[in-house]
């Protein structure tokens, strides 16, 4: 099916809501969703971003910017998740604890219909926070059009949205902890700063600071990560190594090539 009829059959998706609250994280999946939310219906829909130690300032602030420019109608949210021992704990379904308590908050608005920028691909992936969704009622309208993310990144560019259609993958900072490890605040806001760090300093999408029982783990790029020099990893470390110690994180730091989920680790 053409772009066009992709973006016609969400149009109708929205319009038949009437009244939406949009579940926006930052990423090109609820930005996009969030664009033609507002496009469709105005001031009915509303953008609620949950503003939490997990969440990358950078995810915030894209938000905050488009909000700005385009006259979103934008919900701050604290969903509170990290008071919660279930989550902190970090278990294999972590993500259904953080999901329950963004729905929890978003359906107490009582601003519309929730809906999240949840497609196709996602249901291939072991996904808890799916199932915090189907208990809420949350709606997906991505997956209700049968769209994937390459699709979905096409919509971002056919709508102008070339930026955020180029935008890489920005999951939760917690998702950087291994597995069983207990989530701390400070050690997230650790790994944000170590993350902007190193993006000042190579220059590639996926940049990741995972902590493990045994060390700091930063995963850069293939590509990327072939030309640095020595030197440069050494003078990173150093710096790394330090900034890590302001939340305790008394643990040696090596590079190793970007892999996506490899703090995730799942019982059989």
């Known amino acids: ?20 609250t949009v579940a926006v994280s930052g990423g090109v999946d609820s930005m996009t969703l969030a664009y033609l939310a507002h496009q469709t219906l105005g001031n009915k829909a509303t953008m609620a971003h949950a503003v939490s130690p997990a969440v990358p300032r950078n995810d915030t602030q894209r938000i905050e910017n488009y909000t700005q420019e385009l006259g979103w109608n934008l ?4 969903t509170g998740e990290i008071a919660l021992r279930e989550y902190r704990e ?23 219909q929730v809906i999240s920028g949840t497609n196709v691909d996602d249901l291939g992936d072991f996904r808890p926070g799916l ?6 009622h949350v709606r997906h309208p991505y997956v209700e059009a049968d769209i994937d993310k390459k699709t979905l990144r096409a919509i971002a560019t056919h709508l102008g949205l070339k930026q955020l259609a180029n935008l890489p993958a920005s999951p939760c900072l917690a998702s950087r902890v291994e597995t069983g ?19 000042q300093q190579v220059m590639t999408d996926n940049i990741r600071c995972r902590i493990t029982a045994r060390q700091l783990v930063i995963q850069i790029d293939q590509p990327a990560l072939t ?27 090596i590079f190793a090539p970007y892999q996506r989920g490899s703090a995730f680790i799942k019982d059989n």
């Open 131 to 136: 199932i915090a969704a189907q208990e809420h």
């Open 90 to 112: 970090n278990p294999v379904n972590r993500c259904y604890y953080c999901k329950n308590c963004l729905y929890t908050t978003l359906n107490a608005l009582k601003t519309g």
């Open 181 to 199: 490890i207990i989530i701390q605040p400070p050690q997230l806001e650790v790994i944000n700063q170590i993350e902007n760090l190193v993006r």
């Open 75 to 78: 919900r701050l949210v604290q």
């Open 1 to 20: 099916m053409h772009i066009t009829e992709k973006i016609e059959q969400l149009t109708h998706i929205l319009a038949s809501l009437e009244r939406v």
């Open 227 to 253: 030309t640095l020099a020595e030197a440069q990893i050494s003078n990173m470390q150093t710096a790394i190594i330090d900034t890590a110690k302001h939340a305790g994180l008394m643990l040696p730091v």
